[in-house]
């Protein structure tokens, strides 16, 4: 600062910016890159089918921009340690902001989180700072972690996808992305001229993983379902038939928890003349990873096939509090990317450095609390209550789908973004969704359904606006509009 002013140097040279200069005027908006297809540059024809694809899509609406509402950080007065004046104000400010949460939380069905909790008993951890950072299996010079909860944990899991102690090497993550990151930088390590094959609906994430590491990525095309196709799946792999392949399988699809068939996919890859190690196939269960072990006649995730990973959000339907992943791979694929830190006197293959200490325990508790029992329970309880959303709404006349091994109802999108920015429904085209977690309980779903058709008949009485046509998007068998009722 001089004088009040702002000064950034440039080029050497110090300038004196004026007093209602916007630092936000110096942020470019970078355009994110397009997929890769095929393993090329976005050129030529599959280039232009993409564009031409962007071009259809509707306009994507945004949240708020929440500049025009944040809380800013202020100096406290010089007296103010006599007076209490800041205390007091923050006191406010947190309480307000809980009554807040508390609103949200009773109108929330969007997103796939657990918010059926309570882990007071962990509040007396809450004054250590726990951190994780590097190997999980050896401990580092900093005494302030967590690393036998951790440890406790991925070993549950290994059991979970049948994989032995010495065979298995994992890591809590700090959210489902990172394990997706994880797994897919292990693919790329072990075939460095692999290309990456995920479906259109796989998560954003898996194609960030593919800008991140420059890799080549090919995106398969999928049923209505929203599960890959496997005859599309073929083709591609038939054209890069010389390379590696490095597969994203989706244990639940982002918008309509579609399951992709993993033996169909292994089959697929075996009659293409992939012998097993020329392939690597990553398992993105963020959500329907840790349901599906309860759900009968499902088809299993275990490291008894041919896969190389799988990784599980631990914020979702384990419920805990703070964003967290389990990611599990093959103790032979790791030494790739482990390297030994000086520092911390121990090894590391992460992605983040400093790891969240305190989410292992908040898994470590629950786990213990509910053992693989009381997650059938929860699994069982969620099915039961998504068929009962499906079915009140198609009762209503709503077009509405929800796939077989999954607790998440697509139906066709709410006029009102109000309403859908009230229920914080995730949206995509015409369609929107509700995931039925365990902590959504009949009352709340007939709490959201009666709002919802006395919203609905305003919508469609009042203006001149037809319910949409959702056939290509959830199949005419499952659309309710004019056409197809």
């Known amino acids: 600062m001089v004088g009040g002013a702002l000064v950034e140097e440039f080029g050497g040279k110090v300038q004196i910016l004026s ?40 306009e994507i609406v945004l949240g708020r921009n929440v500049h025009t509402s944040c809380l800013a950080v202020t100096e406290p007065d010089a007296n103010d340690e006599f007076t209490g004046d800041k205390e007091a104000y923050m006191a406010s400010v947190l309480a307000r902001y ?19 909790f309570d882990y007071g008993a962990l509040s007396q951890l809450q004054h250590f700072s726990i951190n994780n950072l590097g190997d999980p299996f050896i401990e580092s010079n900093y005494g302030v972690h967590s690393r036998e909860f951790e440890v406790g944990v991925l070993d549950w899991f290994a059991r979970l996808w049948e994989l032995e102690k010495d065979e298995y090497w994992g890591y809590i993550t700090n959210c489902g992305t990172e394990g997706n990151l994880h ?28 800008r ?9 095309a999928t049923s209505l379902s929203g599960e890959i196709d496997c005859a599309d799946f073929k083709a591609k792999l038939l054209v890069n038939k010389d390379k ?14 579609a399951v992709d068939d993993l033996d169909l996919v292994i089959k697929t890859l ?8 020329r392939f690597y196939i990553h398992c993105d269960g963020a959500l329907f990873g840790l349901m599906m072990p309860f759900v009968k006649r499902a088809p299993k995730v275990t490291f008894k096939k041919p896969i190389g990973s799988v990784s599980v959000s631990g914020h979702k339907f384990v419920g805990c509090p703070m964003p967290c992943g389990v990611q599990i791979t093959r103790m032979e694929h790791i030494n790739a990317l482990s390297r030994n830190v000086e520092y911390l006197a121990s090894r590391d293959a992460t992605i983040m450095g400093s790891r969240n200490g305190h989410a292992p325990i908040f898994l470590w508790y629950t786990l213990n609390r509910k053992g693989y029992k009381g997650f059938q329970k929860e699994v069982q309880k969620c099915l039961r209550n998504a068929h009962y959303l499906k079915g009140r709404l ?54 959201f359904l009666d709002e919802l058709l006395e919203k609905r008949s305003k919508w469609f009485q009042e203006t001149n606006v037809k319910p949409p046509c959702v056939e290509a998007d959830i199949g005419s068998e499952n659309c309710m509009c004019a056409l197809h009722k």
């Not at 075996?270 to 190690?277: L, M, N």
């Not at 109802?409 to 039925?436: K, S, Y």
């Open 19 to 58: 007093g209602d200069f916007d630092p936000r005027a110096l942020v470019a908006v970078e355009p994110v890159p397009p997929a890769v297809e095929d393993g090329g540059e976005m050129n030529g024809e599959a280039g232009r089918e993409e564009e031409e694809e962007e071009k259809k899509r509707p």
């Open 98 to 116: 809980r009554k807040t949460l508390m609103e949200r939380t009773k109108h929330h069905l969007g997103y796939p989180y657990n918010l059926d």
């Open 183 to 210: 797994g897919i930088l292990v693919g790329r390590e072990v075939h460095p001229n692999g290309i990456l094959y995920a479906s259109q609906e796989s998560h954003y994430s898996v194609f960030k993983a593919a």
């Open 212 to 220: 991140m590491y420059r890799m080549g990525c090919v995106k398969v």
């Open 244 to 257: 590696p392949a490095i597969v994203n399988v989706n244990i639940g699809t982002t918008v309509k928890g």
């Open 270 to 277: 075996e009659e293409c003349g992939f012998t097993h190690d």
């Open 394 to 447: 198609q009762d209503a006349g709503i077009g509405a789908m929800l796939n077989e091994l999954s607790s998440t109802v697509v139906f066709e999108r709410p006029f009102d973004e109000e309403f859908v920015r009230r229920w914080q429904l995730a949206c995509q085209g015409n369609i929107a969704h509700v995931v039925v977690m365990p902590n959504v309980t009949i009352e709340k779903l007939d709490y």
